[in-house]
């Protein structure tokens, strides 16, 4: 599920699904407008703002879960400028069992509540998205935990408000030298040896449960997702990662 809005349909949508959104056995977009040639399904919110990320989220899982339930075993989430190397997500998950409450992403905490990084994208097992639509469709669900019915909020906040009391369970997605597989911006941010994350980002020291490093031990060998990524630039991480042949390597 790829959450986009009107004015990215030809852009940032259309690379996703011409790059990385081809390795997806199942791929459909989220949007106040709805287009066919995707496919982009309208959620049915009244605005397109960060402040109104939660209707579309909450509404395109429920889609989601309701539409495929039966034809997938994993649940990806991430926003149009969202690149996924979907050979290692798959390489990742194949280690575990849909049919454990499980939940991957790049983990936040907020208010001693722990929420993915949405933009970094985030998977759920088969029977987490179960659990999660079941609650976000019970009209008893208590609302300070998980809103079912309101369209405001941050999207990333609210899930991890929603997965509260399921039982499901946060995994760690860093490789076993600690290095990150998802990263919340672009892959350069943490490469650059002189740089610093901390002051580009300052609310990372504050949120992430991860101390960055700097230079190329900041991130994987199998990196999976990356952030902030435009139209233009998906064309070229697919190029690199996918087309470049390295001789007599």
Not at 97 to 103: G, K, V
Not at 118 to 147: P, Q
């Amino acid at each position: 599920m790829i959450t986009t809005q009107p004015k990215n349909h030809n852009s940032r949508a259309k690379a996703v699904k011409n790059t990385w959104g081809q390795r997806c056995d199942v791929l459909y977009f989220v949007s106040s407008q709805p287009d066919p040639s995707y496919p982009i399904i309208d959620v049915k919110c009244d605005k397109e703002d960060h402040n109104h990320l939660w209707c579309k989220n909450r509404n395109g899982i429920i889609f989601g879960f309701q539409e495929y339930v039966d034809d997938f075993d994993w649940f990806l989430k991430a926003d149009d400028d969202t690149y996924v190397i979907v050979e290692n997500l798959r390489h990742l998950l194949s280690s575990y069992d849909t049919n454990d409450p499980l939940f991957f992403s790049l983990p936040f905490v907020y208010q001693n509540v722990k929420y993915p990084s949405g933009g970094a994208g985030y998977i759920f097992s088969k029977e987490t998205i179960t659990r999660l639509v079941n609650r976000l469709t019970d009209e008893t669900t208590d609302r300070k935990h998980c809103h079912t019915k309101s369209q405001d909020g941050a999207d990333d906040i609210e899930i991890g408000r929603c997965l509260e009391g399921l039982g499901v369970q946060f995994v760690e997605t860093r490789d076993k030298l600690g290095r990150g597989r998802f990263l919340p911006f672009l892959p350069f941010h943490f490469l650059k040896p002189d740089g610093d994350i901390y002051k580009e980002a300052a609310w990372l020291a504050n949120y992430s449960l991860y101390k960055y490093k700097q230079g190329f031990d900041c991130c994987s060998d199998s990196l999976i997702t990356f952030h902030y990524v435009n139209a233009p630039d998906q064309y070229v991480y697919e190029y690199f990662i996918y087309r470049v042949k390295i001789h007599d390597y």
